[in-house]
């Protein structure tokens, strides 16, 4: 009775067991679901550009184009998509959610903020191509245009903007990064600061706004393509009463979150602050752009090799970046400082030696000094020893 008992028992344990481990799979399987769907929903609304005139190759003087191209949603018709260029933004509302084609919508050109902007003569037209793409033609491209940046974006907040760079592999940099911080050869070692400056030419690039930024630790940008953004008060762009914009990523892999800081120079340079910099920040490219020039800064970070002393006999070490080497003390050598110089040892008998000779030659000094009043205390002792006084005679009667 005991035995069917206990076995009725365990049964039940194992059926509920089972149970609970089915009803745990069907929750976990439904969690991945809801999660892969959520990422493909997002990642279909992720707008990119496209170069299709001349094979997708930028040549100057020829004309260009450039296709916009999404997931088509009904969110994304609402609001509309827009290109943004230097001097002038085309905006498209299609007709109606039910109706995303390019008929019956409407296209709006108007001038943007870069008035000032030394592009705004570009020849620009902007058409639909269905419900998921808008095509930019620009027929006087020129090679003074690297750098610029172009984008295409949304109001719809799950729409994903999508940038893209002007990059002639023949034009002239038009701005540059430089670092003030002390490093070694060029590399930076963990837990140091770095500052980044990044400088160019106001009358030729006639900046109204400069950016930091740098991609994900997968190369990706990630949410929007800035980080920070300085806005110059118009229109003597001075960094007086401008604005600093701010925004860092929360995705994980996210990198340098939490120990940056951007700040304006003068109408002509901007600067970041890189604190506590870690071996897992190597490598990474950091970009100041504006709308027309752009510059990168790849980060170099190499370990501390001399944070284990490997310099023996008080030896200093000095950290090259990718390797390091040992300033030895005067007799010693070797990578570590480890192998006493041939000459030391002799070296050090002869100062013995010396040492000793002149010990010796102090106290024979000091004998000769010292050997006259000696004798002349023994002369005294001799005489005073020879001198009968009155009392010993008197004594002897």
Same mark, same amino acid.
């Given at each position: 009775?005991?035995?069917?008992?206990?076995?009725?028992?365990?049964?039940?344990?194992?059926?509920?067991?089972?149970?609970?481990?089915?009803?745990?799979?069907?929750?976990?399987?439904?969690?991945?679901?809801?999660?892969?769907?959520?990422?493909?929903?997002?990642?279909?609304?992720?707008?990119?550009?496209?170069?299709?005139?001349?094979?997708?190759?930028?040549?100057?003087?020829?004309?260009?184009?450039?296709?916009?191209?999404?997931?088509?949603?009904?969110?994304?018709?609402?609001?509309?998509?827009?290109?943004?260029?230097?001097?002038?933004?085309?905006?498209?509302?299609?007709?109606?959610?039910?109706? %995303? =084609? $390019?008929?019956? !919508?409407? #296209?709006?050109?108007?001038? &943007?903020?870069?008035?000032? /902007?030394?592009?705004?003569?570009?020849?620009?037209?902007?058409?639909?191509?269905?419900?998921?793409?808008?095509?930019?033609?620009?027929?006087?491209?020129?090679?003074?245009?690297?750098?610029?940046?172009?984008?295409?974006?949304?109001?719809?907040?799950?729409?994903?903007?999508?940038?893209?760079?002007?990059?002639?592999?023949?034009?002239?940099?038009?701005?540059?990064?430089?670092?003030?911080?002390?490093?070694?050869?060029?590399?930076?070692?963990?837990?140091?600061?770095?500052?980044?400056?990044?400088?160019?030419?106001?009358?030729?690039?006639?900046?109204?706004?400069?950016?930091?930024?740098?991609?994900?630790?997968?190369?990706?940008?990630?949410?929007?393509?800035?980080?920070?953004?300085?806005?110059?008060?118009?229109?003597? %762009? =001075? $960094?007086?009463? !401008?604005? #600093?914009?701010?925004?860092? &990523?929360?995705?994980?892999? /996210?990198?340098?979150?939490?120990?940056?800081?951007?700040?304006?120079?003068?109408?002509?340079?901007?600067?970041?602050?890189?604190?506590?910099?870690?071996?897992?920040?190597?490598?990474?490219?950091?970009?100041?752009?504006?709308?027309?020039?752009?510059?990168?800064?790849?980060?170099?970070?190499?370990?501390?090799?001399?944070?284990?002393?490997?310099?023996?006999?008080?030896?200093?070490?000095?950290?090259?970046?990718?390797?390091?080497?040992?300033?030895?003390?005067?007799?010693?050598?070797?990578?570590?400082?480890?192998?006493?110089?041939?000459?030391?040892?002799?070296?050090?008998?002869?100062?013995?030696?010396?040492?000793?000779?002149?010990?010796?030659?102090?106290?024979?000094?000091?004998?000769?000094?010292?050997?006259?009043?000696?004798?002349?205390?023994?002369?005294?002792?001799?005489?005073?020893?020879?001198?009968?006084?009155? /009392?010993?005679?008197?004594?002897?009667?």
């Amino acid at each position: 009775m005991a035995r069917s008992t206990a076995f009725i028992y365990q049964q039940n344990i194992s059926r509920k067991y089972q149970e609970e481990k089915r009803i745990m799979q069907c929750c976990r399987n439904s969690a991945i679901f809801i999660v892969a769907a959520t990422l493909t929903f997002y990642q279909s609304l992720a707008a990119k550009i496209d170069v299709i005139s001349n094979n997708g190759v930028l040549i100057a003087g020829k004309s260009t184009e450039l296709v916009c191209a999404w997931q088509d949603t009904e969110e994304v018709s609402v609001s509309g998509v827009m290109w943004n260029i230097p001097g002038k933004t085309y905006i498209f509302l299609y007709a109606t959610p039910e109706n %995303r =084609t $390019c008929n019956n !919508g409407t #296209l709006i050109p108007k001038r &943007s903020l870069g008035v000032g /902007y030394r592009h705004t003569n570009w020849n620009t037209s902007v058409r639909c191509l269905n419900g998921s793409a808008l095509l930019l033609t620009i027929t006087n491209i020129a090679e003074d245009s690297d750098a610029i940046r172009i984008s295409c974006k949304s109001r719809t907040a799950s729409f994903q903007s999508a940038w893209y760079k002007f990059d002639f592999p023949n034009a002239i940099s038009q701005a540059n990064i430089s670092t003030t911080s002390e490093d070694v050869a060029g590399y930076v070692l963990p837990g140091s600061d770095v500052t980044l400056i990044c400088s160019w030419n106001p009358e030729a690039q006639n900046a109204y706004f400069v950016c930091w930024d740098w991609p994900s630790t997968g190369g990706e940008y990630v949410g929007d393509p800035w980080l920070y953004c300085y806005n110059y008060a118009i229109p003597k %762009r =001075t $960094c007086e009463r !401008g604005h #600093l914009r701010e925004r860092e &990523s929360n995705s994980i892999s /996210y990198p340098l979150k939490g120990r940056t800081s951007v700040g304006c120079l003068n109408e002509s340079a901007s600067y970041i602050n890189i604190t506590n910099v870690t071996a897992a920040d190597d490598g990474i490219s950091i970009n100041c752009w504006g709308i027309t020039f752009d510059a990168s800064y790849t980060l170099r970070v190499y370990p501390n090799h001399c944070v284990n002393q490997p310099c023996l006999n008080s030896g200093e070490c000095i950290n090259n970046g990718t390797t390091y080497h040992c300033k030895c003390l005067i007799g010693f050598k070797g990578p570590n400082c480890s192998k006493m110089r041939i000459w030391l040892p002799v070296t050090i008998g002869i100062a013995i030696v010396l040492l000793l000779l002149i010990i010796i030659l102090i106290s024979i000094k000091v004998k000769l000094l010292l050997y006259p009043r000696l004798q002349g205390a023994v002369r005294s002792d001799s005489i005073l020893s020879n001198v009968h006084t009155p /009392y010993m005679e008197l004594g002897s009667i």
